[in-house]
């Protein structure tokens, strides 16, 4: 199985369009020293996307956004389209953070329709899942994750889903210091890859507290494909580090 890696950067809601632009400039100086099979990709809030593009342009920085709506256009008051993040590159969009399920009314019935919208507008949706505290402890955690990714996806193609990205984020490691042990994660992240059909190519990233002291240990996990980055993607040297523990084991 050669599954492509990829990290990701979910700025969330941090970052002036200023901030970002000084990011980017001590970013990409980084580059040369990054493992070239490693797919990079900065998700920064939408007001700075703009700056991001410019900044980026002509090196292998690929831009992701947060979220959208599923329509194209209308009277979403504060909403924001597919076609508006193509236009400035935009490839990737997370979808089904467990902050905008938590707060934003986001629901399996929402990322479903934004997973199709997406796919219909050649962006890359990562669909992200993940169990509470009170799940896992309930012992539902399996089930739960299964029923997340089936959701997202129904109606998709099997032959569509090598191009998707899904994120396992236990919504206990978020931003806690607590990250899932990699085994155990990468034991979950085997179960939702065999849960659809057409996912045996489907990069599957770990997000939970990863930090550049435990990134090697996940790399090692043959289900894990990469991570989806927090906290610890918001400094550019810790971000470049970070990277270059997150290429393949030899
Ligand atoms: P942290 O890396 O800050 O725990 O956040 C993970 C996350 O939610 C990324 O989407």
Redesign the pocket.
């Known amino acids: 199985m050669n599954v492509r890696r990829l990290v990701v950067a ?1 700025w969330k809601m941090n970052k002036t369009a200023a901030e970002t632009a000084d990011y980017i400039d001590a970013f990409v100086v980084q580059l040369p020293s990054l493992p070239r099979d490693v797919e990079i990709v900065l998700a920064p809030p939408f007001t700075s996307i703009c700056r991001a593009a410019a900044k980026r342009e002509g090196s292998r920085v690929r831009l992701g956004a947060q979220t959208m709506h599923w329509e194209l256009h209308g009277a979403f008051t504060g909403e924001i389209s597919a076609p508006m993040l193509r236009e400035f590159g935009v490839s990737h969009v997370i979808l089904g ?1 467990s902050e905008r399920r938590a707060h934003c009314n986001e629901t399996d019935r929402t990322v479903n329709l934004k997973v199709h919208t997406a796919l219909e507008q050649s962006l890359i949706p990562i669909v ?1 899942v993940g169990e509470t505290l009170e799940q896992r402890r309930a012992g539902v955690t399996d089930d739960h994750v299964v029923a997340q990714t089936r959701a997202a996806f129904d109606g998709v193609d099997a032959g569509a889903l090598a191009g998707v990205v899904i994120a396992y ?1 236990p919504i206990w ?3 806690t210091g607590e990250n899932c042990e990699p085994a155990e994660a990468n034991r979950v992240m085997a179960t939702i890859r065999s849960s659809l059909q057409g996912l045996r190519e489907t990069p599957i990233l770990y ?4 930090n550049t002291g435990n990134v090697a240990s996940y790399a090692t996990q043959p289900d894990i494909n990469g991570g ?5 993607s918001l400094d550019p040297d810790g971000f470049a580090q970070l990277i270059r523990s997150a290429a393949s084991p030899p």
């Open positions: 979910n953070h992200a984020e490691a978020i931003g997000g939970g507290s990863m989806l980055i927090g906290g610890a």
